[in-house]
């Protein structure tokens, strides 16, 4: 595991793709929490939500880094190195 993310350089000023999560939306589904690519701005739904979207959201675009889309968490995760920061 990495000690400081690789990957500071794909992150962007990002306009989030909407509210809530986007494929939960569409599917009348619902989630636990919000997790914001900070890449492209989608809105997925976390690993501690039944469908996982902001992971799938990773495996199909491969890109790296999401930020919390909670009120009041300001954390972000990569994927790749596998860190918190």
């Known amino acids: 595991m990495a000690r400081h993310c690789t990957h500071l350089d794909q992150i962007h000023n990002v306009t989030p793709s909407g509210d809530g999560c986007q ?7 619902t989630w636990v929490h919000l997790r914001l690519c900070l890449e492209c701005g989608h809105v997925g739904c976390c690993d501690s939500s039944k469908n996982k979207h902001a992971t799938k959201h ?3 675009t491969s890109h790296p880094i999401i930020q919390s889309f909670q009120p009041g968490e300001d954390w972000r995760w990569c994927y790749v190195d596998k860190l918190i920061f």
């Open 23 to 29: 494929e939960c939306l569409e599917i009348g589904d």
């Open 58 to 60: 990773f495996h199909a």
